[in-house]
Structures are given as C-alpha cells and as structure tokens.
C-alpha cells in the first residue's frame, strides 16, 4: 500500500527543459534550503517510504491539515494511528515550523501513559507522515456528549489525568496550549480505558518566565491573557479548569453565538454555577474549579497546587464536601473510627472480604485490582489482611495505592468518609475543635 495521504506526484522537470510545468509554489523549501529545491521538513525521519514499514488501513480522521489512517506495521502486525501532512497544506514557513516542532515535542516529552507516543516518522516528496500509538475508544468529548455531564467522582478521575499531563508537560518546558476534550483519546472503548493527550501541533517549547504572544487555541478554551497577548503556560490551567467544568455539567463556562462573544465572556472570566446541575454539586469542586478559572494567571493554580498530594494525584477530596476526612486522619480517635468501618466483623483487622464489600458499590473499576493494590502496599507483613498498625501507618503517611495500580488512590479510597458521615462515624460539628 502507498503513503497515508493520496496526493499525486509531482511531475518532475525535462532536463532539457521542454514542457516544463510552472513550479508547485508549495513544493519550495521555506526551510532556508533555497534553490527551488523540494520542501523538506523533518531533520531527521526514520525514513521516506512509509509502505516499506507499514501497510494502510482505513481513516481514522482528518484535520485541517492532515489525514490520520490506521497503519497496521508489516512485520509484528502491530496496529498504530498514521497521521499524513499534506505539504500541499504547508502554505507559509509557519505551518512548517509548526510541524517540525510537533514531531520535536514529542520526540522530546518522555514515555507517559497519558501521553500518546510517537513511533516512527516519515517524509517523501507530498507528505509527511506521523505514526503514532493508536486510540481505539474515541474522544473525550464524544463521552461527554453521551453522558451529558460526569459524576463528582468520574470527573475527579479524568481532571486528575489531565493535571498530570499538564504537570508533565510543564515540568519538561512544553506548553501544550490546546487543552480541549476532542484532544484526549481514550485507548480503548472500556469505561476504565486510559486517557491520553494527543496533538501538539500549536504546542511549544518554553523557559521559566519566558512570556508568548501568538493567539493560539481553540476559542471556547482560551485563557484571557492569550487574547491579551501576554502569557505563559498557566493557559494550560485554564484550558484544564474549563473542561472540569464541562464535565461536571455538560456545558462550556463561557458561551456565545460568535467567536467575538465568546472572546468577551471570558474576558470577564464570569463562571456561572447557578443552572443545573450546579446547585448539587458540593463547594469544594465549586472552588476547584473557580481556582483554575481565575482570571489572574498569577493566582490561578499551577498544576503542582492542583495535585494535593505533590504525587500526580488530584485529590478527590476536592470534590467532596467531606474533606474533613483528610483533615483529621492524622487525629488517632478519628483513624479508630474509620478503621471499625472497615473492620466489620470487629476482628481487629480488615480481611480482603471486608475490603470487597466495602468498596464493592465505591469505584469503577475491577475491584480485585483494587483490593491487590491496597494489600500489597498496607499489608505490610504479608498476612493477608490489615492491622490497625499498618491501616494508621498508610493514613498518616498518606500511601498512594496508585503505585500498584494507577486507576486507583487514596484520594478515592477517601470517598468512603461519605459512608463515615452517613453512619456518625465522623462528625462535620467536630471540625472546630
């Protein structure tokens, strides 16, 4: 099979000179190579057939400028997602310079499993080809869509992969500056499927407290300082505490029916939480995301604030309005009580029955994947069940069950204080004292 995008090739001209076509005005090297030589792009490409290493399939989707088809690799039967540049769409030396730095970026950001990875990279005369992990379960905001809006907690599991991104990407000088559903894939189709950030095509490289001027985005999730032209990577923030607030009620925070519009609802950065189904929704995850809104990038959160923990995790006591729980596991009358939860049959320890049960109707996910990870990690002694020992040791040291497995943490094992406030366990009224 041929390249990943079908354009025609360029005819090429008669030595002598007869019945030479008038020159492809975007075939020139913008690059600085000069001579009406071919447009090159890429410094470095694994090569320039693609149909030597992988076999096409059928499209996946297309973008302004490129076309993303399904690349199955001719020797492991491997399947990846092969995005193909047309350099026909290449019209100034900023569309170039832009894919340059998008193949750089990601050859540059370090393997992350929220981060899509680049596999190889090809050019030839009419294209340039990007091939990449493939995301089979479709957008983000396609689930948005379906559901309408997410639950407090599923919207904690998705913010707290999108904070890690931000954090990721940050802490290796790249700003991405399009944060937006349609630009996080899920792997694949499974309601537990792994999230993953793509396209860092308008993505750059920055310094600390280098300041960017360009206007570049997608509307609806453009920071206020980008429209003022003078920013840096707090937008990625901004673009991340707009999509928690789509997620947690299905719309975005600043509307219009025309660009101009929107551009002057968030200039005055006016968050509404008073339609549905805002009024039940607690005030911490209010606040979350008030935080990430704020209009002044010098107060908004950073991403290292957003994560509670400094570990990658978004705390999920954000939003819950039962962050007493956290507040008071370091208090040992409070750890007894929430460990005689847990320890239902009054053993004196929680045995992995207990620990089913329990968290049986509290997440998502395989809950024997769950309950492994809190054994391997609090079970200290490897007895198979949890003391009370090991159970105040973990609280207090704030052990993240998300080493043994990443769809799970504290932060959601945290949820069951909601249990603990139903039963009287934990009182709100002991708060002030």
Not at 81 to 93: D, E, Q, Y
Not at 222 to 241: C, F, H, I, Q, T
Not at 252 to 258: D, I, K, N, V
Request: aromatic letters at 8%.
């Amino acid at each position: 099979m041929g390249n990943c995008c079908a354009t025609p090739d360029v005819p090429s001209e008669n030595k002598n000179g007869k019945n030479k076509k008038k020159q492809n005005p975007f075939s020139i090297d913008y690059g600085g190579n000069g001579g009406g030589s071919k447009l090159v792009v890429l410094k470095d490409p694994t090569g320039h057939d693609i149909s030597q290493r992988y076999e096409l399939g059928h499209e996946l989707g297309r973008g302004e400028f490129g076309i993303t088809h399904l690349c199955i690799d001719k020797s492991s039967g491997e399947k990846f997602a092969g995005k193909s540049i047309s350099k026909k769409k290449l019209r100034t030396a900023v569309d170039i310079e832009d894919v340059r730095r998008e193949v750089a970026i990601m050859k540059h950001l370090p393997k992350h499993p929220n981060i899509v990875s680049l596999k190889d990279t090809f050019e030839d005369d009419n294209a340039v080809h990007i091939v990449m992990e493939l995301c089979e379960g479709g957008e983000l905001f396609d689930r948005i869509v379906a559901r309408g809006h997410y639950t407090e907690r599923a919207a904690a599991v998705v913010t707290r992969t999108i904070v890690e991104v931000v954090q990721n990407c940050h802490k290796h000088g790249v700003m991405h500056r399009d944060l937006k559903p349609e630009n996080f894939l899920f792997a694949n189709k499974k309601e537990t499927a792994p999230l993953k950030a793509i396209d860092f095509g308008l993505s750059v490289f920055f310094k600390p407290g280098e300041r960017f001027t360009e206007i570049v985005g997608s509307p609806y999730y453009m920071a206020p300082e980008v429209l003022k032209r003078n920013y840096g990577p707090e937008v990625d923030v901004w673009s991340a505490g707009v999509i928690l607030y789509i997620l947690l009620c299905g719309v975005p925070p600043f509307w219009a029916e025309t660009e101009q519009g929107v551009a002057q609802a968030i200039i005055r950065s006016h968050v509404d939480f008073n339609r549905d189904p805002w009024p039940k929704v607690s005030d911490n995850a209010k606040d979350l995301v008030k935080r990430m809104l704020n209009p002044n990038p010098e107060q908004r959160l950073t991403a290292q604030q957003a994560d509670v923990d400094g570990d990658g995790a978004l705390n999920y006591g954000e939003f819950v309005a039962v962050s007493v729980h956290l507040k008071k596991m370091g208090n040992d009358e409070h750890l007894r009580k929430a460990f005689e939860f847990f320890d239902q049959n009054k053993s004196g320890y929680i045995e992995i029955e207990e620990l089913r049960h329990t968290l049986d109707d509290e997440v998502d996910i395989s809950i024997e994947e769950i309950i492994s990870a809190i054994m391997h990690d609090v079970d200290t002694d490897k007895d198979g069940r949890i003391s009370y020992e090991e159970f105040a040791a973990m609280m207090k040291a704030g052990t993240d069950w998300r080493k043994a497995s990443r769809q799970y943490s504290r932060e959601r094992f945290n949820s069951l204080s909601l249990k603990l406030m139903r039963d009287g366990s934990v009182n709100l009224a002991d708060e002030g004292r």
